[in-house]
């Protein structure tokens, strides 16, 4: 039996650009899987190909079987004892089962004979070998596109007429993303009559709908499709080698402008643009030069959502009056395309520039009182109450890093914070939220506000997304941890805590914000200070005591991220075993050092040393890190003791100098007299004194050798 190439396409109305090679991925996912599942095609012989244009989705499959190979198929039927009589005939149970499987009980005895016994648990069952016939490729094709089309990752349908083709009028309701017109299924050159959406199968499709060259556009066959697409219809059907064509065409036209523009290359909108073209022609486009006045972020932003065009830029990275238009078709004069896609944006950089200069004419001082007006959240008050809890974190903190007293850091940090929402009231952020932060920039310096300031304004979102930038200074870094902490505790307070993948609060992401700034920035800050702080700034009765539960999510978030640095689970748990609520600023640093002292030939008998002599102090949770010389008898623990006394000084200024290294491998010199101790020291003497002050020994040495991190989680 021999295979041929299959290829299906659906031809619809245009489909939603952004989902568009998702859905066509989808499609040709599923379709291959039930081809697979039904043995007309093989994971190791076949390729699937996904198409997918604004007007189609199709898919190429190489090597599928015009009927799947039988298939020798054993099922179990039911115990032998219930299957067969004391005298070893059938019950009528047994062959009830048997004539629903389709075999012939005429004869019940030569019915059992070809069954097989054999154990299956505790007893013995009896089971029917039969002959499954394979699938017909126009049976399972059938079932494959109806599974590939329930199977599209769409959020909602739409209902649309199908007029009947029976003799009497009438009209049949349809469901899908879009009204359907075409279906094509050819398996080599031959038609597989299948039907889909009310539609029967054929060999023709539609092109492009000004430029195809003749409608409709016959598919030869199933290699065919995606050539004769593209010289009879005048369409790219792969979305991959339309978005190429798109890349290649936006960087020739930037090309051919001079070395001075390069293309904003937004990955989103490129995707979006590919879903929306079929025979993707970029052009060139300007717009008057005067727009440029209106900060570039604005106009970047309206071209880019309201017009899908693509913003040039300098090579600094300052926006021109030029830009590009993917455009549809692809006409001999295509003046009047461009000068249409130059009177469309024309009015959208009007309103820019008429929201700019109208907001400029209020200072963000005078807009604050506007911020209580702004719901927050019903719990938790309006934004102007919010601002004020931030605003009152952020002054906290700011004195908490004050230099010498110094406290211009903490004005300047409460000035930003009371002016940080202030631009969620201005028309350009109403017009478009996207901008919340970056006009409050600008417009703080207009205002003539000092850059520290103003730059806090834009920062204090940051990080916002995963690899993102911190702010660039510290009074945006204080506004950040403030606005991050606010929202943290408020949203704790009030019962709103993260569930699976519920996170409506992006409560994940400000943690992961907080804890990269208290340690990328080296932040001397105390971190259960600043949560305690943070619930302080909220009037008393308002929230919950989540104190508990904040300091465990946060501290959870703390391991994932330290993970996601390369570090494992066992490193990450005894770095951060003495700094849970301390100083997280100092974690990359114990990290390093746990590292570098697990490397040693020392670390591990050091390391079972520090667990046994945990386990000892659990049952002595009393006992002070005191000696006493005079009663240290055996030698073992005198020569401890007096190791004890020359290393433990060098390891703990070198602590104290913050080289953690250099402490832990100071203290890997204890090793043998740790070891000699335990070998020949009775720990738990009958003498009380003895007892009490060789305990005190150890917890002496426990904790020189835990100041930097918890070595006993290194044991194995």
Not at 275 to 287: A, D, I, K, Q, S
Not at 532 to 543: D, Q
Request: glycine share 6%; aromatic share 6%; net charge negative.
């Amino acid at each position: 039996m021999t295979t041929q190439n299959l290829l299906v396409e659906l031809f619809v109305e245009e489909l939603p650009p952004k989902a568009l090679k998702k859905l066509g991925d989808a499609f040709a996912g599923v379709l291959f899987e039930q081809l697979k599942a039904q043995g007309l095609a093989s994971a190791d012989t076949s390729v699937v190909t996904a198409f997918a244009s604004p007007r189609r989705l199709a898919a190429h499959v190489t090597q599928v079987w015009r009927k799947a190979a039988d298939k020798a198929v054993q099922q179990k039927l039911m115990p032998v004892s219930v299957g067969l009589d004391t005298s070893g005939e059938a019950t009528p149970a047994l062959l009830k089962k048997l004539q629903a499987l389709g075999a012939d009980v005429s004869n019940p005895a030569a019915a059992v004979a070809a069954l097989k016994r054999a154990p299956d648990g505790k007893a013995e069952a009896l089971f029917y070998d039969s002959l499954v016939t394979g699938a017909a490729l126009d049976t399972g094709l059938q079932k494959a596109i109806e599974e590939a089309i329930t199977k599209l990752p769409i959020p909602k349908v739409m209902s649309y007429q199908l007029e009947t083709d029976c003799a009497l009028p009438g009209w049949t309701s349809v469901n899908f993303v879009r009204p359907a017109h075409g279906l094509v299924a050819l398996h080599g050159s031959t038609v597989v009559p299948v039907t889909a959406l009310g539609l029967k199968a054929g060999n023709t499709t539609q092109g492009h709908r000004f430029e195809a060259r003749v409608s409709p556009v016959v598919i030869k066959d199933a290699d065919a499709y995606a050539r004769t697409l593209l010289d009879d219809g005048a369409v790219i059907a792969s979305f991959g080698d339309r978005r190429f064509a798109i890349v290649q065409q936006l960087a020739q036209a930037a090309e051919r402008l001079g070395p001075g523009y390069e293309v904003l290359m937004d990955e989103d909108l490129l995707s979006e643009v590919t879903g929306l073209v079929e025979h993707p022609n970029v052009l060139v486009c300007e717009f008057e030069a005067q727009f440029l006045d209106v900060p570039q972020e604005c106009l970047i932003l309206t071209m880019k959502a309201n017009q899908k065009y693509f913003p040039l830029v300098d090579a600094k990275g300052k926006l021109t009056n030029k830009f590009l238009v993917v455009s549809n078709i692809s006409p001999a004069d295509a003046s009047a395309v461009i000068g249409g896609n130059e009177r469309v944006v024309r009015p959208r950089l009007a309103d820019a520039k008429f929201f700019f200069d109208q907001d400029r004419k209020k200072t963000l001082a005078s807009r604050v009182a506007g911020l209580d007006k702004v719901v927050y959240h019903n719990k938790l008050g309006s934004q102007g109450e919010r601002v004020a809890r931030v605003s009152r974190i952020a002054t906290e903190i700011g004195m908490m890093l004050a230099v010498e007293g110094d406290s211009t850091i903490a004005m300047h940090a409460q000035r930003a914070a009371e002016l940080a929402k202030t631009d969620l009231v201005t028309d350009m952020v109403g017009e478009f939220p996207e901008l919340q932060g970056i006009m409050g920039r600008y417009y703080a310096l207009n205002d003539g506000l000092s850059a520290d300031i103003a730059d806090a304004i834009e920062d204090h979102y940051r990080p916002r997304f995963s690899g993102d930038e911190l702010p660039r200074n510290q009074v945006g870094v204080i506004v950040a941890l403030a606005d991050k902490l606010e929202t943290l505790v408020g949203m704790f307070g009030i019962g709103n805590l993260p569930t699976g993948d519920k996170d409506p609060f992006a409560l994940r992401r400000h943690a992961l914000g907080v804890i990269r700034m208290l340690i990328e920035r080296d932040l001397p800050v105390q971190f259960h200070a600043l949560t305690r702080l943070a619930f302080a700034a909220f009037p008393a009765g308002l929230l919950q005591d989540k104190a508990v539960e904040l300091d465990e999510f946060l501290i959870d978030r703390l391991k994932g991220y330290l993970r996601e640095g390369g570090y494992s689970v066992t490193e990450v748990d005894a770095a951060i075993y003495a700094q849970k609520l301390g100083l997280w600023s100092t974690i990359p640093k114990r990290l390093a050092a746990v590292r570098a002292f697990a490397a040693l030939p020392e670390a591990p008998a050091l390391a079972a040393a520090n667990k046994r002599i945990a386990n000892i102090l659990k049952k002595a949770p009393d006992v002070d890190a005191h000696v006493s010389e005079v009663l240290l008898k055996e030698p073992a623990e005198i020569a401890l003791y007096a190791a004890m006394k020359e290393v433990a000084p060098r390891a703990n200024s070198q602590f104290d100098a913050g080289d953690y290294t250099a402490s832990l491998q100071t203290l890997a010199a204890l090793r043998a007299p740790v070891d000699a101790f335990f070998d020949g020291v009775m720990v738990n003497a009958e003498e009380m004194d003895l007892r009490l002050n060789r305990q005190g020994l150890l917890k002496s040495l426990h904790d020189a050798m835990n100041r930097v991190a918890d070595l006993s989680k290194l044991a194995s």
